[in-house]
């Protein structure tokens, strides 16, 4: 059985990779999407498809609407969505993404840090499990397999 999982979380390091790796390594039969991983794609998409926006505020919201599309449609096709919470970065979208996630039933890990168990205390409550590594997400998602 293949499972499709939604990577959740900011786009600025390699965590995504490190979680394919090691599904990888432990032979998972998992296929991942997530957000647009290229910044510069995903703020300046909008203008590429629609046009030349007049201001900024214009520019953010015509992306918005298509990242947001993007998301939707993802997260609706994947079986389970991890969401990465970590403490360099601000974590809007994590938690949009996370809470969409939830509101659609689909089954949700979050991995986030012990110094961030308060400030997600209820979203960590109406995920389905809540760890602090993603090895331990996988472990999670292994274990669906035995």
């Known amino acids: 059985m293949d ?10 390091d390699d965590w995504r990779e490190t979680v394919k790796s090691k599904a990888k390594e432990n032979n ?7 957000p647009q ?19 900024t505020i214009y520019k953010d919201d ?5 990242n947001n599309f993007r998301t939707q449609v993802l997260l609706q096709k994947s079986d389970v969505v991890i969401a990465l919470f970590g403490e360099k970065y601000k974590q809007w979208n994590t938690a949009m993404d996370a809470s969409a996630a939830i509101s659609m039933d689909k089954p949700t890990i979050i991995i986030r840090p012990e110094s961030l168990v308060h400030p997600l205390k209820e979203l960590s409550n109406k995920a389905n499990v809540t760890v602090e590594t993603v090895d331990q997400a996988l472990d999670v998602l292994q274990y669906i397999y035995e």
């Open 62 to 66: 015509a992306a918005s609407s298509i």
């Open 3 to 12: 499972l499709t999982v939604y990577l959740a979380g900011q786009i600025h």
């Open 37 to 55: 991983t290229n910044h510069e794609r995903s703020d300046n998409v909008g203008e590429k498809i629609i046009g030349k926006q007049p201001a």
């Open 28 to 34: 998972l039969p998992l296929t991942f999407v997530g």
